[in-house]
Nanobody, 126 residues
């Protein structure tokens, strides 16, 4: 069983930066593909980024490419999302997620992941 806990959310002005962290428990963390999703207010949850088990391969939602960077440190059982040049449209609850179904594949839909964190709020003011 993997438990995921996000941290690092908060309020930031447009153009600012935040780094989200996702701490995972469980010895099999390093074998899972992982990702970040977000749910803007009043909207459906959407994919943001994914990373394979090794951290060598990543995939991003088009609107965050060049601004967000997903990474992981398997020795620390932690995944990160560095968010730069934040925009008001990035305002959402951000969720960390892990998939025991995939290792090298980069899942992009919610039903491909089977472990979820509780979420952390990111608010970007204009």
């Amino acid at each position: 069983q993997v438990q995921l806990v996000e941290s690092g959310g908060g309020l930031v002005q447009a153009g600012g930066s935040l780094r989200l962290s996702c701490a995972a428990s469980g010895r099999t963390f390093s074998s899972y593909a992982m990702g970040w999703f977000r749910q803007p207010p009043g909207k459906d949850r959407e994919f943001v980024a994914s990373i394979d088990w090794s951290g060598s391969n990543t995939y991003y939602k088009d609107s965050v490419k060049g601004r967000f960077t997903i990474s992981r440190d398997n020795a620390k059982n932690t995944m990160y999302l560095q968010m730069n040049s934040l925009k008001p449209d990035d305002t959402a609850v951000y969720y960390c997620t892990a998939s025991s179904l995939y290792r090298a594949v980069l899942p992009t839909t919610g039903n491909e992941y089977n472990h979820w964190g509780q979420g952390t709020q990111v608010t970007v003011s204009s």
